[in-house]
């Protein structure tokens, strides 16, 4: 069983900056894409941006321009560097992997956009 392991969130000022990572307990180039996803209270799960085995990136339009997703295959991490953070930022992030047979889960983490 594949173990995703987020960290980085916590609490920041509009306009500031957070560095998300996700740990996987196995290599990560049995997984044809990786990705963020985030929930905000009261909202249904959505995606935040995906990264493919061969780095072709996608993004939702909110985070455009401010995000970026970032893979490390040596170290089997995933990373998301959020700039510019905006209140409608605060959610709980979850890393996602997908490989041909099964999509993995992370436990979440909280990114709370406040001043």
């Known amino acids: 069983q594949v173990q995703l392991v987020e960290s980085g969130g916590g609490l920041v000022q509009p306009g500031g900056s957070l560095r998300l990572s996700c740990a996987a307990s196995e290599s990560i180039f049995r997984f044809n894409a990786m990705g963020w996803y985030r929930q905000a209270p009261g909202k249904e799960r959505e995606l935040v941006a995906t990264?493919?085995?061969?780095?072709?990136?996608n993004y939702a339009d909110s985070v455009k321009d401010r995000f970026t997703i970032s893979r490390d295959n040596a170290k089997n991490a995933l990373y998301l560097q959020m700039n510019s953070l905006k209140p409608e930022d605060t959610a709980v992030y979850y890393c996602?992997?997908?490989?041909?047979?099964?999509?993995?889960w992370g436990q979440g983490t909280l990114v709370t956009v406040s001043s």
């Open positions: 996602n992997a997908k490989s041909l047979e099964r999509e993995f």
């Open positions: 990264i493919t085995v061969g780095s072709r990136t």
